[in-house]
């Protein structure tokens, strides 16, 4: 809890006081005395933050807190620190202001449980004698003045773990005799010689020395055997690291300014971390690619130019960041078995496109100037890199990935321009990036090939290239029953080229017009036509009979797997009719059993309708529909819309909603007010003359809850008012409740035939005055919003028979007090019949 103005509590602050464990008070204005009745109502705090306060001396009753393990006071008024003395209990404690107060004893006997220390003082010229005690583990110290601090102070602090230093200090503190400190970090200090070994414990694990001034002797850091962690943040002479190879624990390094990589590195064998910033390193030799455990790897800013080219040795490398260098040539990184990132921006690269010559994706990482200068400008972080991947891994030729790189470059988002030649789209097919591929298919789909036919098939010959979702050998079974010519091989009599999944390199068929291209999708529909008289669904269909379509429904509609399953197997014997579609794509899309998905994912791609290809095939699944919140819904099918057209997305969604009342939202948040695809939501939520709003936008029910329980929380969803529905005039009652509106457009007169309107639970303070048009309006309920007043707009309401305003204040869902909404004058003269809930 933070206080920042003690006159400003109100009752509930004073109530939360009573259980709250960490509270600030930053008060300036705060007198002693209100400090201490603060805490008087506070005994459960065990962490207290006193700051900004003028106080001369601590609260009396600090000590009363009988939890309170932690204190951290920035006063610069203090005369003393006496209070202190009675905290037994203290574990930590911090002081950061200027002067130290004076303090008498020792803390040895006053605060045996005292673990952790930090003093930040500016004018601290020596270590207080008061806070020399064994128990401490942690001690940090800040100041500008203080200059030594005798190893015989520290040694004394036998239980010290952990010691950080930011003071301008001129010699080391002898540390031999402690056999205990793991963590030293020394900043901004002055010591001219670091050689001495009885500073350097041999118990030290970590070490960080940043921003010091530092002379012609270094540490000494060949003689800690213990040692896992060394960040030296200032300049770093080689020789510092002479014997480093001794310290064969050590996992991190992290150097600044280092002239060289010194070869006794070659013996940290366990060396998982490696980071060097700037200085002077031209070249790595070979023994650097023996580092076998090394995993995350930075030179940067180093001149660095030559590098080993097999670095396949480095088996557990990740990482690599080698900007703002010299290195010319990248290709060292391909031999790197499982680089998760590399980082080459900046580097005087001669072939910049080398990223495109391995099958194995190189995964650079966008530091700005390397990706600039190359190809991408317009697209988006997530799309530069899965693009450039899909590029890598393709088996198109150099010229050919260069050519799809420099297209793309001119784009913003990720699409298929009309320009691009035919060819090229059916080229693109062997990129294996999802949403190119979604979105070549689509514009395949809608391209206008060349007029096909039967008999043109019939006077050439089909090769189908690439992998088919239903065998080979049944498509040229049903393709000879009306004596097309098939082949698997491509020859010089090939008239027809059907393009399957990850098709044939064979790109210069494709620039040769002669050729006549179809899709997978697109044959399938020509197949269904050649045994549709055999499959006994289909028949019914044609022939005006759904008994057996009906009784299908019901098994593929089935909680029962198996039931599915046999619906499945009678689909494949009788072919799928168009009217089963719907309830086939449900199930392809929402089971959870991945047979059934495959089952019917193959018999949606070879016998259902084109328009679904794309949704087919995205990989967003919605399993478990019953218990999922509509916002997850909307969530997968936002995801599902960047490979899927929107329009189609929304198709899907209102299918959705059909069978699971899920799904509408989508189209309630994307698309625009009248628009085609809103108005079959806005249909699809409406019973006769009953418009539910409230399932569409798939909020909480706060109905179904205690008043207590209710939560109010406007959010800006994007979901515009209902205005536009097709038949406003035959509604008569509307569900608005939790719909997140902040206000009730005034265009709500379009309802006019309206006799019952919930708009409850919606953080509503006002309406418009053109409520007042509902005049056949005979039930309203405004409960469980933030009114104060209503409109005068209410008083036309004359056929106003019940009216609902209870739970209009925070305060209301908790002590269940009346709303205190303040109704127009002469409401009850004008509306004598309404009943008013308060």
Not at 173 to 184: C, F, H, R, S
Not at 265 to 282: H, M, N, P, V
Not at 396 to 421: A, G, N, T, Y
Not at 799 to 812: A, F, G, K
């Amino acid at each position: 809890m933070y206080i920042e103005n003690i006159d400003q509590l109100q009752a509930r602050d004073f109530e939360q006081l009573s259980y709250t464990s960490y509270l600030t008070i930053a008060d300036r204005k705060a007198t002693k005395k209100q400090v201490e009745e603060i805490l008087d109502k506070a005994p459960q705090v065990s962490t207290l933050i006193l700051q900004r306060i003028m106080l001369e001396e601590l609260p009396a009753n600090l000590p009363s807190l009988k939890k309170l393990n932690s204190l951290r006071v920035e006063i610069t008024t203090l005369s003393n620190l006496d209070v202190l003395k009675k905290c037994s209990g203290l574990a930590d404690f911090t002081f950061l202001a200027d002067p130290l107060p004076a303090i008498t004893g020792s803390a040895k006997e006053d605060l045996p449980k005292l673990q952790n220390l930090y003093l930040g003082i500016k004018d601290l010229t020596e270590f207080p004698s008061y806070f020399i005690t064994p128990t401490i583990q942690s001690l940090q110290i800040w100041s500008d003045t203080l200059n030594t601090l005798p190893g015989h102070v520290l040694n004394k602090m036998s239980a010290l773990t952990s010691m950080t230093l930011e003071a301008p200090l001129k010699t080391l503190p002898e540390l031999q005799v402690n056999n205990k400190l793991t963590y030293l970090s020394l900043k901004n200090t002055r010591i001219g010689d670091w050689s001495n070994p009885k500073c350097w414990p041999g118990s030290l694990q970590t070490v960080h020395i940043t921003q010091n001034k530092i002379g012609g002797y270094g540490p000494v850091f060949s003689q800690l055997p213990n040692l896992r962690s060394l960040h030296i943040g200032t300049d770093c002479q080689q020789n510092w690291l002479t014997g480093i190879g001794s310290c064969q624990k050590l996992t991190d390094l992290s150097i600044s300014q280092i002239d060289g990589i010194p070869d006794d590195l070659k013996d940290c064998q366990a060396l998982e971390s490696l980071s060097i910033y700037k200085g002077t390193i031209t070249s790595l030799s070979d023994w650097f690619c023996s580092l076998a455990n090394l995993r995350k790897l930075s030179i940067s800013d180093t001149s660095l130019k030559h590098v080993p080219a097999d670095w396949s040795k480095m088996t557990k490398l990740e990482s690599v960041s080698l900007d703002n260098n010299q290195i010319e040539d990248f290709h060292f990184a391909f031999s790197i078995p499982e680089l998760q990132g590399v980082v080459i921006s900046n580097n005087p690269i001669r072939d910049q496109w080398f990223i495109l010559d391995a099958k194995k994706a190189l995964p650079i990482s966008m530091y700005g100037s390397f990706w600039s200068s190359v190809f991408v400008k317009g697209f988006n972080l997530e799309d530069k890199i899965t693009f450039y991947k899909a590029i890598a891994k393709s088996d198109l030729d150099r010229e050919d990935k260069k050519w799809f790189m420099i297209e793309m470059d001119q784009q913003r988002v990720l699409h298929v321009p009309d320009e691009w030649p035919i060819y090229r789209m059916f080229q693109g097919l062997c990129i294996p990036h999802k949403r190119l591929l979604d979105k070549l298919q689509q514009k395949l789909l809608d391209h206008k090939l060349n007029n096909d036919s039967v008999k043109a098939m019939q006077a050439g010959k089909v090769w189908l290239c690439g992998d088919f979702t239903e065998k080979k050998t049944a498509i040229k079974e049903k393709l000879g029953k009306i004596a097309v010519a098939l082949t698997t091989q491509f020859d010089v009599d090939v008239t027809h080229i059907v393009i399957g999944k990850k098709p044939t390199d064979l790109w210069p068929v494709f620039q040769d017009n002669s050729y006549q291209f179809l899709l997978e999708s697109q044959l399938y529909q020509i197949l269904k036509e050649i045994d549709s008289e055999e499959k006994f669904l289909v028949q019914e269909e044609v022939t005006g009979g759904q008994q057996m379509a009906d009784g299908l429904r019901r098994l593929l509609t089935s909680k029962d797997d198996s039931s599915v399953l046999l619906g499945l197997e009678m689909l494949k014997a009788g072919g799928v009719p168009s009217n089963i579609i719907d309830e086939l794509l449900l199930v392809q899309k929402t089971s959870s059993d991945a047979k059934v998905r495959a089952e019917a994912k193959k018999l949606l791609l070879t016998q259902g309708s084109v328009e679904w290809v794309q949704v087919l095939n995205d990989k967003q699944s919605f399993t478990n529909l019953e218990t999922t919140k509509e916002k997850d819904v909307r969530t997968k099918l936002e995801k599902m819309a960047k490979s899927v057209s929107r329009e189609r997305v929304a198709e899907f969604g209102l299918l959705l909603f059909s069978h699971y009342q899920k799904g509408l939202s989508y189209i309630l948040v994307h698309f625009k007010q009248g628009g085609p695809q809103r108005i079959k939501a806005l249909k699809a939520l409406t019973q006769g003359d009953h418009f539910d709003f409230h399932i569409g936008v798939g909020y909480n029910n706060w109905k179904l809850e205690k008043p207590e329980s209710v939560i109010l929380s406007p959010v800006k969803t994007g979901i515009k008012f209902p205005f536009d529905h097709p038949e406003a005039a035959k509604i008569r009652s509307m569900n608005l409740h939790n719909t997140k509106f902040a206000t009730i457009a005034k265009e709500i007169a379009v309802f006019e035939n309206l006799e019952e309107l919930d708009c409850s639970a919606n953080s509503l303070k006002s309406l418009p005055e053109e409520i007042g048009k509902l005049t056949k309006l005979k039930r309203l309920d405004l409960s469980l919003n933030r009114f104060d007043s209503l409109p005068t707009g209410i008083l036309k309401l004359t056929n106003l028979e019940w009216l609902d305003l209870r739970y209009n204040n925070d305060s209301v869902f908790k002590d269940g007090e009346k709303s205190i909404v303040k109704l127009p004058e002469n409401f009850k003269e004008l509306l004598p019949n309404c009943e008013v809930l308060l």
